[in-house]
């Protein structure tokens, strides 16, 4: 087995490829076809969208940008909370980013500490500085961070699946196909974490 074969059974096994709903319009470029009305998403775009978010996210190591993570999936919270631990804390000692966005206009009024509580009684921050960048977990349903990132001018890194509307859909400048099973979310946060730490060694910014 060759090693694009590899990485391409790593993805068929994380469930990427089952999108939940037929593809709206847009999405097709990322189907494969369909199965009994549901998109199979085409495992080949999604690792290439992947290594495109990767290599940007991993270029902001070099830089010592921000990366804001949203996320309102109670099953991903440990996963995100992990990625910006390893990702923001143990990179420049900021004020860890909050994994729960729940308050619109969060960027744009977020030159203060602030402090909420979300639904599942975690005590959050938001961000003292603007981000460099914006990872989204679940686009749709944050489609408000989504359309404020883009008015700002900040890259959005996101996992869409075939149903996003295009409104968000081309506001995301680093979209990333594939159904957002836990599975997946482990997987996407472990290559844009290792390919983040690695330039940061590269870098000479991090010790092995």
């Known amino acids: 087995m060759t090693l694009h074969a590899a990485v391409i ?24 076809g369909t199965r009994n ?5 085409d495992s080949d775009k999604t690792l290439i969208c992947l290594r495109s978010a990767a290599s ?3 270029n902001l190591a070099s830089t010592k940008g921000s990366i804001f993570f949203v996320n309102t999936n109670p099953l991903f ?16 000692n900021h004020n860890r980013s909050t994994n729960l966005w729940k308050m619109g206009g969060f960027l744009t009024n977020s030159y203060s500490p602030k402090k909420f509580r979300s639904r599942h009684k975690k005590l959050c921050f938001g961000p003292t500085t603007m ?8 686009a749709e ?10 008015k700002l001018q900040i890259p959005v890194v996101a996992i869409v699946d075939p149903n996003v509307p295009l409104e968000f859909f081309e506001k995301i400048t680093y979209p990333v196909p594939a159904r957002d099973s836990v599975k997946f979310v482990y ?5 844009i974490t290792k390919c983040f730490v690695a330039e940061q060694m590269k870098m000479g910014i991090k010790d092995a």
Do not use: W
């Open 9 to 32: 059974q790593k993805l068929l096994n994380t469930g990427s490829h089952l999108g939940r709903r037929a593809a709206e319009h847009h999405f097709k470029q990322y189907a494969y």
């Open 37 to 41: 009305g549901m998109t199979i998403i």
């Open 56 to 58: 940007f996210v991993a």
């Open 77 to 92: 919270d440990e996963i995100v909370e992990l990625t910006s631990r390893r990702i923001q804390g143990d990179a420049y």
């Open 131 to 138: 981000p460099d960048c914006v990872v989204v977990f679940d």
């Open 141 to 150: 349903r944050k489609s408000s961070v989504v359309l404020e990132a883009a």
């Open 187 to 191: 997987l996407f946060c472990n290559v």
